[in-house]
């Protein structure tokens, strides 16, 4: 019976002296939500390169199940306190990503059961609830847009019985082949033609309308899709129990993960490929660097998941396996953790093969600038001599039963190993977080300056979520074989310089300005946190200043954001301060370079979005002032119609201008360089750089 099995791997002996004494690190302080730099976790372009990960490890069912039942059970109790579980491993956060389409990935990162049986019923009941998960929810949300979908029968019905009598009359009067424009703009066309036609197009823009509400698959009637399961599993040494060697056990995991189109990760690396949306090596025992299959690039060997997907691992690897403890002399095989499965001599022989993988996945990470997952069972410290998180990595473990977490934002790596339920655990649930996907190629390089490559260049602004369309003014001048293109860094902040014969220029974006004569980059090196300085003392004032105003518009429920001399209320409404006199200007603008200007806050709202001026009718009322944000109620003359601008010499261009001395507040990025700033900078004994938690 199954829960026999239970009981026996449940009561099997294990080392608990040993185990008490194993080495890791407490659990310092609660895990933040988020890997998303601080410095963009506003910035909405950003949360969407964020993907939701849930992940889990040391489930041992068994001890579960015998700790539920310890006077026995039949197989139909151990089969339903699964289920149980399963659906228990489901948060809330987990339909509303579904709901979000945000594509959860799932990693298992060991020690799930012993029992081979019982990791059977547990993944299966696992993907099938998914799926339940999946099919509820497109049935719910096919009914709330029931009403629409009636109402949108009801109108084609109507607009079906119109065209057939204005057709039949235009087929009938010779009209059909002459109306070169609506029937209703014809005079000579009886009253009640022109009145079913101009009835025809009314009711086809509300058809349209209402069309735009619903869902393509709803509109269609499609039937539920289910899209491929983003869920990652990797072996623990618990799993090797129910085995008499690695081999077997490997073999058995593979078949079952394949039928259940689960990527069994094991010494190998995923990503997107042609076959159910994931791409892994063969399961042997050697480390293998995949490589993307060129039928990839052809779309008619692509399926639709791949289409649905791929903007998920466009910057993402995964690397998994058990990971083993060749390197831990106090807890690993000679201690029975793998019990006959193993022996010490091949547990360290796998160890260096995993640790193989694990630096080959490394190198193919930072070649292709993307984010590496590295989920193994047990911990670094086990594998690895001398342990070390890496930038722009993420690991996930288990083992230990100690659950931990470790982050060190500065240098963009996590390791989460906090969701451990034991042997006693009491709540079974998959934890989440957000990763961002994108990295930071200049994260592990200590203050200095440095050369460093066009195509480093373009992912550093992915990852300051600013991408750039190409870097070509830069990447000529290379080829020219006369110009280097340098990275100076200091205490988080960045400055990108292109030194030639001629001079040296600094970048913005994917522009160029000329800055000096000289192409010595040491002289910028050395004044470059001075400039920074300078800049940021100059600046703060007026950046005080836009952010008060910027936190009042978000009081009211406006958006807030700051670009340039420019707070936006929303995508329409604007607030300009001039950097020169401070003078506000309330305007609408429907489109760049039209504006609308209005005497006060409160009009411009009340004239263009209600639901807004609601809301800050209710916060003046509350406060007993309109003095907020110099709210004037004396009435100035108020444009008629919308005055075209000068673009070059306006408000705009002044906006501009400032914008990319901003990026200094913003993303840490210093885009301009003056002189004449540096004339009162002490540059004997200067002051730390004004420092937040920025760089990732």
Excluded at 229 to 241: K, S, T
Excluded at 365 to 390: G, S
Aim: with cysteine; aromatic share 14%.
């Amino acid at each position: 019976m199954l829960y026999d099995e239970c009981l026996r791997l449940a009561k099997a002996p294990s080392p608990p002296a040993v185990f008490q004494n194993y080495e890791t690190n407490a659990l310092a302080s609660l895990p933040p939500i988020s890997t998303l730099p601080s410095l963009l976790e506003f910035n909405e372009t950003a949360l969407r390169e964020c993907s939701p990960v849930y992940y889990i490890s040391d489930l041992h069912l068994e001890h579960q199940i015998a700790n539920k039942f310890p006077d026995g059970a039949t197989e139909k109790q151990v089969e339903r306190y699964l289920q149980t579980i399963v659906r228990n491993l489901f948060p809330e956060a987990f339909l509303e990503d579904i709901a979000h389409n945000l594509s959860p990935i799932v990693l298992f990162a060991g020690d799930i059961c012993a029992s081979f049986k019982l990791a059977e019923l547990f993944y299966a009941k696992f993907i099938s609830q998914w799926d339940k998960l999946e099919r509820d929810f497109h049935r719910t949300r096919r009914k709330q847009f029931i009403p629409i979908q009636q109402e949108l029968d009801s109108l084609w019905t109507q607009i079906a019985e119109l065209e057939q009598s204005v057709n039949e009359w235009s087929s009938h009067h010779g009209w059909t082949k002459r109306a070169t424009k609506p029937l209703d703009q014809y005079d000579s066309v009886p009253p009640e033609i022109r009145q079913a036609s101009s009835t025809l197009s009314t009711l086809k823009e509300q058809a349209s309308s209402l069309r735009s509400q619903l869902p393509d698959d709803l509109y269609w009637n499609s039937p539920f899709k289910k899209h491929f399961h983003f869920v990652y599993a990797i072996l623990g040494n618990h799993e090797l129990w129910d085995f008499n060697n690695l081999d077997d056990c490997i073999r058995s995991y593979q078949d079952l993960f394949q039928k259940l189109e689960i990527c069994f990760l094991h010494n190998n690396i995923a990503w997107f490929g042609k076959t159910n949306g994931i791409f892994c090596n063969d399961y042997t025992h050697h480390p293998q660097l995949l490589i993307e299959d060129s039928a990839v690039d052809n779309d008619s060997a692509i399926d639709d998941d791949f289409h649905y997907y791929s903007h998920i691992f466009q910057s993402v690897m995964i690397v998994g396996g058990i990971g083993f403890a060749g390197c831990n002399s106090k807890f690993n095989a000679i201690n029975g953790i793998y019990q006959n499965a193993l022996s010490r001599q091949e547990e360290i022989e796998q160890s260096n093969l995993w640790h193989s993988t694990y630096l080959s996945a490394l190198a193919s990470a930072k070649a292709q600038n993307k984010l590496l997952i590295v989920l193994t069972h047990n911990p670094i410290f086990d594998w690895q001599a001398t342990p070390a998180f890496l930038s722009n990595c993420i690991y996930f473990s288990g083992h230990t039963h100690r659950n931990f977490f470790q982050a060190e934002p500065n240098q963009n790596f996590y390791c989460y190993a906090d969701n451990q339920i034991g042997y006693h655990g009491t709540h079974f649930h998959l934890k989440r977080i957000s990763i961002y996907r994108n990295r930071n190629p200049f994260a592990d390089y200590p203050d200095g300056c440095y050369e460093v490559s066009s195509t480093d260049y373009l992912a550093f602004y992915n990852y300051m979520c600013e991408p750039i369309a190409g870097n070509g003014r830069v990447e000529y001048q290379l080829k020219q074989g006369n110009s280097h293109f340098y990275m100076i860094k200091s205490e988080g902040y960045y400055g990108f310089f292109l030194t030639s014969k001629s001079g040296t220029c600094i970048c913005a974006g994917g522009r160029l300005k000329k800055i000096s004569k000289s192409s010595d980059i040491r002289y910028f090196q050395l004044n470059f946190s001075n400039m920074i300085r300078s800049y940021w003392n100059a600046l703060s004032p007026y950046r005080k200043a836009q952010e008060e105003i910027s936190n009042y518009v978000k009081r009211f429920g406006g958006t807030g954001t700051i670009h340039g001399c420019i707070i936006d209320i929303d995508f329409y409404c604007h607030i300009f301060l001039s950097p020169e006199d401070g003078e506000i200007t309330y305007y609408y603008s429907p489109f760049y370079g039209y504006i609308d200007a209005y005497p006060n806050l409160l009009e411009l709202v009340q004239s263009n979005n209600p639901e807004l001026a609601q809301n800050l009718l209710n916060l003046l009322s509350g406060s007993g002032t309109v003095s907020d944000v110099s709210l004037a109620v004396s009435h100035s003359h108020i444009h008629d119609s919308f005055i075209p601008i000068d673009i070059k010499n306006s408000l705009y261009a002044v906006s501009n201008r400032l914008n990319q001395l901003q990026r200094l507040f913003e993303k840490h990025i210093l885009r301009a360089w003056n002189d004449q700033l540096l004339l009162g900078a002490d540059s004997d004994n200067p002051p730390s750089l004004p420092s937040e938690n920025l760089e990732q």
